[in-house]
């Protein structure tokens, strides 16, 4: 409750104070829905869709926007995809299913520390497709992620964090960057990406956009947990430990 208070006394001073510069009272009053939007979404007051639905409908109801102009964006194609995508992320997010995923390739692959590296890379590129955000799918992978690491003995801290869990974590934040890149549907800035192309008379596909992708990115995919098993590795090397950690992850897997 303090947070949502804290959001609405911070949108009433902006709205009220005199706009800087030459800015028109229209452009400040947008900006200070826009900030205290962006203040909600920060400080966790109300989820994201719902910060975005108070301010639209709070920008129309002032008379800042009109309908026309405040719905404008839907009327593009690629945000009703970006809209769509999103409800299937949640729905990949809500039954469980990256972490099924995972959890049967790490029971499966997971012999060794590199082999657990290759396991997060394949997770997060079969389920980046389904959800068009590189922080939806941190919030799958993370859990396993700083699981793996403290199980296997490696710490938040300076003296243990190189064991295991600095060069897992570093896998994974590489990871969702390249699936990013190899599926269009990965994140949301590509579609925009594909709309502005389009403007341009470039017309690109789900496919054609994987086929002009796929080489770079599976070359990535493939190099970098053995590259940075070589320069950035960890200090324990593990081989019957952490075969018998997969073992005890097999529970979650179904």
């Known amino acids: 409750m303090i947070k949502k208070i804290l959001v609405v006394l911070v949108g009433i001073i902006i709205w009220f104070m005199q706009p800087p510069w030459d800015i028109s009272m229209q452009s400040w009053h947008l900006f200070a829905v826009f900030?205290?939007?962006?203040?909600?979404?920060?400080?966790?007051?109300?989820?994201?869709?719902?910060?975005a639905l108070f301010a639209l409908v709070l920008v129309v109801l002032t008379g800042t926007l009109n309908v026309e102009k405040a719905f404008s964006g839907f009327s593009e194609s690629f945000m009703l995809l970006i809209l769509s995508a999103f409800l299937v992320a949640k729905g990949v997010i809500k039954s469980g299913l990256g972490r099924r995923v995972a959890m049967l390739l790490i029971r499966r692959f997971g012999k060794n520390t590199l082999r657990l590296a290759y396991c997060i890379a394949v997770t997060d590129t079969?389920?980046?497709?389904?959800?068009?955000?590189?922080?939806?799918?941190?919030?799958?992978?993370?859990?396993?992620?700083n699981a793996l690491a403290l199980d296997t003995g490696s710490q938040p801290n300076p003296a243990s964090r190189k064991t295991t869990g600095s060069y897992l974590m570093m896998c994974g934040i590489t990871?969702?960057?390249?699936?990013?890149?190899?599926?269009?549907?990965?994140?949301?800035?590509?579609?925009?990406?594909?709309?502005?192309?389009?403007?341009?008379?470039?017309?690109?596909?789900?496919?054609?956009?994987f086929l002009a992708a796929s080489l770079p990115c599976i070359i990535a995919l493939v190099i970098l947990p053995y590259a940075l098993y070589i320069f950035f590795p960890p200090t324990q090397k593990l081989r019957k430990r952490c075969s018998l950690l997969t073992k005890s992850w097999s529970k979650w897997a179904p």
Do not use: D, K, Y
């Not at 900030?35 to 910060?51: C, D, G, H, R, Y």
């Not at 079969?126 to 992620?145: D, H, K, Q």
């Open 35 to 51: 900030f205290s939007t962006i203040l909600a979404v920060l400080i966790n007051a109300f989820p994201i869709f719902l910060a």
């Open 126 to 145: 079969l389920i980046a497709p389904a959800i068009p955000s590189n922080t939806a799918r941190s919030g799958i992978l993370f859990p396993i992620v």
């Open 175 to 209: 990871s969702l960057t390249i699936s990013s890149a190899l599926w269009m549907t990965a994140m949301a800035g590509n579609l925009i990406c594909v709309e502005i192309a389009r403007q341009f008379g470039v017309h690109m596909t789900f496919g054609s956009w």
